[in-house]
């Protein structure tokens, strides 16, 4: 369990820099959808090998860490108590019963065959206790196990969009404020329910109800969501505040369609969503000090919702944590989008159905670009159908994203990982209570932007500078050795997904099949630039891309390759953006793949 506290520090190997600038110019020439192989460009920078035996360096390292640690905080840490998934909880979460369909479980064997994706449906149980007969769309049925260590089945959920196999595992938990558990929930990276918390015992659960909100709840709730009423749900589609809302041709669809603000009671706000001929939905969200400090002080404690790292101190917990309290009435959604944060979701009175998917389901779901309004959300509309959005999206068209379905009734807690999409729905009036803490892969992110400038001089002209950022981009991801080049990242995570069909171009195409002579842009590679760079600035840009890949480095051990994926295209997006404006990112990230 110590191992925990690597996640926030780490063993880092020191970065070698090589004698010299790889040859940028074989860089692009690199074909789009290559591989590597013997002419792959040389990297910059590469990682130190990490030690032949890491567990063993592991374990010095945390001895290291809680000696320096006060004892008591040592020992507390030392004796935190294991939080795991069972099998129990599995089946416990999700029972079969006639007419549901299933898949095979992982515990299924056939001969050579493992886990076939085939759907089949319950028809009745079989003799044996344990045992379920299944009807599969071959035709043909057969009888399976579904018990703890013999799971041949999977329990599937019919989705228009999204493969939901099985539902978020309920886990019970008896809290000890001196023994923290969020930092084990963090470590499962993995979404589960967890019940009898502190949740059911703060005086909020115990005590508020709608009633008594409605008189002690009087100052005006500010910037109340409103929109018109939808069957069978009604969408509130983010429009935040960001650079393209400079241009309103490539953000008008999501403006027409997301909400309007206005200031009303809640008890007004109550009325209104008691009365289904209304024509307008609402939903209201805010800082829970927003209702003054008694509100807080009911729904706390807090604290144990709160993924923390060695670095924070109580005293301090407030400048790490957000809560929001969340009123919701019944068939409004927010559709599918992730947060950049530790979320531990708090229902306390109605219901919610959450639908969440894993970081990697951001292929299929063409996430919005960093710099929309719409940012951090899917452009694919998961209460459509697959077949009807497949020509726009074909990533969507090749297989149904996987993804798992969470009910929440008052008394449960949610914990959502850092950046897991998940399509929040209310099936009733409901009240909420979301509990942000920091995401140390999001912090060390942030750092490329805010602590390392740009390698160019103010008195370059901006077109030398954009061959500067040029230099910094495809040296990056040599560098990162992400076993693609830089063309073929970019169009991968970018220029056919989230700006597929959004942004502007000056010039040229973007079909992978383009002809020479389209491939023709505004920022193409100048060897000439390039040798002006490298005369006058070497040591800057070399200092400048050392930095930057040092701190992906620390990003990719901390969250994995799905999430620095997402991470590295918000990357680009924002430094492209900086030097060049929104309007030209689509093109420079188009003349990176193709000239």
Known sequence: LLLLLLFFEGIHGELDVEQGFRDLTELKNAPLGGGGGADEPKVLLRAAE??????????????KLLSQLPPDVAEKLRQLPLLEV???????????????????????????KVNESEEGVVEAPATLPGWWRVRWQSGHSNSYRYAVGERDLRRLYHHPVVSVAEHVPRLQWWPDLDKPFAEQAGKLDHPIILTHTLADQAWAARNWTWDQLRRRVTQPLLNVKQAPKQHPTTPFHYFHHAPM????DLVKEQKRKSYTRINMSLADLLDKAADPAHPTAYSYADHLD???????????PLHPYMVLSPTMRPETEHQHRVTRVWVSPPNTTTPAHFDIYHNFYVQLLGEKTFLLLPPAAWQQLYLYPLIHPAQRSSQVNLDSSQSEQAGSFPNLGKEKPKGLVAHLKPGDVLYIPPMWFHQVTATSLSLSISVWSEYNATEAAAKAVEDVPLPVKALWPLPKKAAALRVLLESLIAGLDLKMNVAEFVYWALLDNRYKHIGHLRAGGTSPNLAEEEKVGVYCWNEDYFNEIM?????????????????FDDVRRQAGDERLSIFLADYFELVINALLGPDNVKQFLRDLVFC
């Open 50 to 63: 990490q030690p032949t035996n890491q567990e063993e360096e592991e374990d010095a390292h945390v001895s």
């Open 535 to 551: 005369f006058e600035a070497e040591s800057l840009v070399r200092d400048r891309l050392t930095k930057t890949v040092a701190i």
């Open 86 to 112: 069972s099998e129990e909880d599995w089946l416990r979460s999700n029972p079969l019963d006639i007419g549901c369909g299933v898949t095979r479980g992982p515990h299924w064997r056939w001969g050579s």
């Open 245 to 248: 809302n400079a241009l309103p």
């Open 290 to 300: 927003a209702w003054g400090l008694q509100f807080a002080a009911e729904a706390y």
